[in-house]
């Protein structure tokens, strides 16, 4: 299992989306999400990301929460 924290800024991903679901679909690693503040088309990215690999979604809009 991987757990993701992210202000939704992608800083230069080096892989598609795509590219990730599929390599952790093929080692069975599940990828949970913590999202402080995202914006809705990040927010959806990250929710495909979590079900796709069988992971969980978090989302809050203040990090002390």
């Given at each position: 299992?991987?757990?993701?924290?992210?202000?939704?800024?992608?800083e230069?991903?080096?892989y598609?989306?795509e590219?990730?679901?599929?390599?952790?679909?093929?080692?069975?690693?599940?990828?949970?999400?913590?999202?402080?503040g995202?914006?809705?088309?990040?927010?959806?990215?990250?929710?495909k990301?979590?079900?796709?690999?069988?992971?969980?979604?978090?989302?809050?809009?203040?990090?002390?929460?």
């Amino acid at each position: 299992s991987i757990c993701v924290l992210t202000d939704g800024r992608d800083e230069g991903s080096s892989y598609p989306l795509e590219s990730v679901i599929s390599k952790a679909q093929r080692k069975r690693v599940s990828i949970s999400v913590v999202g402080v503040g995202l914006n809705s088309d990040y927010q959806n990215k990250m929710i495909k990301l979590t079900k796709e690999t069988k992971g969980k979604f978090y989302l809050t809009q203040d990090p002390k929460n």
